[in-house]
């Protein structure tokens, strides 16, 4: 069964850059990657998708490697308000997608 | 942009009872709506992914008869979940798509409690 595997929690600072790494080995050839932001009891809320190499907006960067079997999201300067549950989602057939297992990101003040 | 709206966002009821979950895209045309359940401390699990008319694919594991998905629109989607339980107390929520290479938009969820 396809899996994509995340670290269960991390831990920053304020104003620090946050890099959470997505693993996604059996991602198929026409596949995006799709990172999530939740708090609790509230729906997820987009923050950045990629194909390939890099993408940046005003929130987050999103590297993903030539083999494209990891992703990497990139918060930079993070603030309090940024502690929630981030997902990466990887489509592995088309039109079926499977979350990932969260990272829990606790920043402190 | 992107406006996905779940209703209602909180229900209670007692067993037996069916209870009806709606999904809008409010300012776009949705041609897949997906519906996930997740509980307390737990990543999303996909349950369905449903196309404007046409009949829901369910996962593996999920009872097509028991969670009753309806794609009418392309802007609304419902899930029934009939003659519910206590173990069926969860976060349901949906997401909705113009295609499934752009990112899904999710609702707020539903929190549901069965008695």
Not at chain 1, 42 to 55: A, E, L, M, N, S
Not at chain 1, 70 to 81: D, K
Not at chain 1, 92 to 101: A, D, I, V
Not at chain 2, 90 to 108: K, N, V
């Amino acid at each position: 069964l396809a899996k994509t595997t995340q670290p269960i929690s991390m831990d920053s600072y304020e104003g620090q850059e946050v890099n959470i790494t997505c693993s996604h080995n059996n991602i198929a050839t026409n596949d995006y990657i799709t990172w999530y932001q939740q708090f609790p009891s509230q729906g997820p809320r987009f923050i950045i998708q990629g194909y390939k190499t890099k993408v940046t907006n005003e929130v987050a960067s999103l590297f993903i490697p030539a083999d494209r079997k990891s992703s990497t999201l990139s918060l930079p300067r993070v603030s309090l308000s940024d502690t929630a549950v981030y997902y990466c989602l990887v489509g592995y057939n088309f039109n079926k997608f499977y979350f990932g297992s969260g990272t829990k990101l606790n920043v402190k003040p | 942009g992107a406006v996905v709206s779940q209703h209602p966002s909180w229900v209670i009821c007692k067993s037996g009872t069916s209870v009806k979950i709606e999904c809008r895209s409010l300012d776009f045309q949705a041609t897949t709506m997906f519906w996930y359940r997740q509980f307390p401390k737990q990543s999303l699990m996909l349950m369905a992914t449903s196309n404007e008319g046409s009949k829901a694919t369910y996962e593996q594991g999920v009872e097509k008869d028991k969670f009753l998905i309806n794609h009418a629109s392309l802007t609304l989607s419902t899930l029934t979940v009939t003659s519910a339980h206590p173990e069926d107390s969860s976060f349901y929520i949906c997401s909705a798509t113009r295609d499934t290479s752009e990112p899904q938009h999710f609702g707020d969820g539903t929190r549901l409690s069965i008695l």
